[in-house]
């Protein structure tokens, strides 16, 4: 308690078992807190804020030693990584090494926090000037996904702590073992006692979470449907949502296409397709539409499914069995409706071959909603014009690709895609951790990153100060 470890009696009711998506052995085990429990770790969280923030140089210094034994930890982390998740390894490894980058960064962030002086009108005979603080909000709840759970959770809790927030951290149910691992290297880093806390758990705990008042703000990364009613209890308590996308990529006539099929293979498949920012749609001039398809469907045949551990796999299994029946699901309905399968989609247990989609519509679910699965659709185009306005159609907008070799179409299309970010050259799932990362529409609020988080999890507090001029004293 107090932020310390707390080990409870487990009743078999509250004992939930983590199995490895591959081979389905249990790999953890823990048992999910009570209300009552979370309701005091809430409390806990709270006095730590009310006993003073940690100095801005002490933070500093403990984000930094985070980042520093992560990447001393690395190879048993992306173990611990692949284990739960399912990531190939080579997956894994990437996804420590951006969370040893953001640890850093946050670091970096922490020791230059500051507002802005303005000096003011006159007043009478006296003078004014007004200075601004950023301050922390208190206590940051980040509940975050199976997907990243390093990555997303370094990205969350890093800048929350580097504000001077403390933070309460809810993993995914499925994905714990790695944020365990990561906590303790933080007590090992010198976090003192109460400066995060975490509370593993499955859709119960989160609403404890939620619907306690004394939590400032939340930061989710996950479903709309969870994203909405996070939204909707908060009330007037400020709120970061990720909730992901379909996210569309654009391939033009002069684009180089050893790039874009190289890039978009990756993009579709990588980790199974389950990330926010995978290549769900792609859109091809038709006057290279031909070309580039026999280019791609040659190079996804030669992607490699199975054990995540193998060095030579890019396509693990998906996270649980049912994740991976709906998807093949979605697909045979898409095929039922008309749409040609260029790849065969077979399904052994978690694992899904990867399937490329021609003829669809844009109301098949494959198309319209977040597949979160190996199978991506390509569809052609006309003119540029007719390719922003399919991009366009979708009730997500987080971020979207376009390959080609003219600045004027890049920019019409970075100008016209009503998403949160677009990457020219570089397909969908691209993200610059530094820079501000968010979403339009139903894909979420708020934008993540260190220096942007930061800014969502401060307050900003006017000073004003009147004082009398030189010739009155």
Request: glycine share 8%; hydrophobic share 45%; aromatic share 6%.
């Amino acid at each position: 308690m107090d932020g310390a470890w707390h080990e409870k009696e487990a009743e078999d009711s509250s004992v939930v078992t983590i199995r490895n998506p591959w081979n389905g052995e249990a790999i953890f085990r823990y048992a999910e807190p009570t209300s009552a429990e979370i309701s005091q770790i809430v409390g806990n969280s709270v006095l730590t804020v009310r006993r003073g923030a940690l100095g801005f140089r002490e933070r500093a210094t403990i984000l930094e030693r985070t980042s520093e034994l992560l990447a001393t930890h690395a190879d048993s982390m992306a173990r611990t990584l692949t284990l739960e998740t399912g990531k190939p390894i080579r997956d894994a490894r990437l996804e420590v090494g951006r969370a040893v980058k953001n640890f850093r960064l946050a670091s970096e962030e922490a020791a230059r926090i500051h507002g802005y002086t303005e000096v003011q009108e006159t007043i009478s005979d006296d003078d004014a000037f007004s200075l601004t603080l950023r301050e922390p909000l208190g206590v940051v709840c980040a509940i975050t996904p199976f997907n990243f759970p390093l990555n997303v959770t370094a990205l969350k809790i890093a800048p929350a702590l580097a504000a001077g927030n403390a933070v309460i951290l809810k993993p995914a149910d499925a994905t714990p073992m790695t944020a365990v691992r990561l906590l303790e290297l933080m007590i090992e880093a010198g976090l003192p006692n109460g400066y995060l806390n975490m509370v593993l758990g499955g859709a119960r705990s989160g609403q404890d979470l939620v619907s306690d008042p004394r939590i400032a703000l939340y930061t989710f990364t996950g479903s709309v449907a969870v994203g909405k009613r996070i939204k909707e209890q908060s009330g007037v308590r400020p709120v970061i949502l990720e909730l992901g996308s379909n996210s569309p990529n654009m391939v033009h006539a002069d684009a180089d296409l050893d790039l874009a099929v190289e890039s978009l293979a990756k993009a579709a498949f990588a980790y199974a397709g389950q990330v926010c920012i995978s290549a769900q749609r792609i859109y091809v001039q038709e006057s290279v539409w031909s070309d580039f398809l026999d280019r791609f469907v040659s190079r996804v045949k030669q992607l490699r499914v199975g054990d995540p551990l193998d060095e030579s796999t890019d396509i693990g299994p998906l996270i649980a069995e049912r994740a991976a029946v709906r998807v093949e699901e979605w697909i045979k309905d898409a095929v039922a409706s008309g749409a040609t399968a260029l790849t065969q989609g077979n399904r052994r247990g978690n694992l899904l071959d990867p399937v490329i989609l021609v003829d669809v519509q844009p109301d098949m679910a494959v198309v319209c909603q977040e597949a979160f699965g190996p199978v991506v659709s390509v569809i052609p185009y006309r003119t540029v014009e007719e390719a922003i306005d399919l991009c366009n159609e979708s009730e997500f907008g987080l971020q979207a690709g376009v390959f080609t070799s003219q600045l004027d179409v890049a920019f019409a299309v970075a100008r016209g895609l009503r998403v949160g970010g677009v990457n020219i050259n570089q397909a969908s799932n691209m993200r610059a951790d530094s820079m501000p990362y968010g979403g339009v529409k139903n894909s979420g609020i708020g934008k993540e990153g260190a220096r942007a988080s930061i800014d969502e999890m401060t307050a900003t507090k006017v000073i004003t100060i009147r004082h009398k001029r030189a010739h009155a004293l």
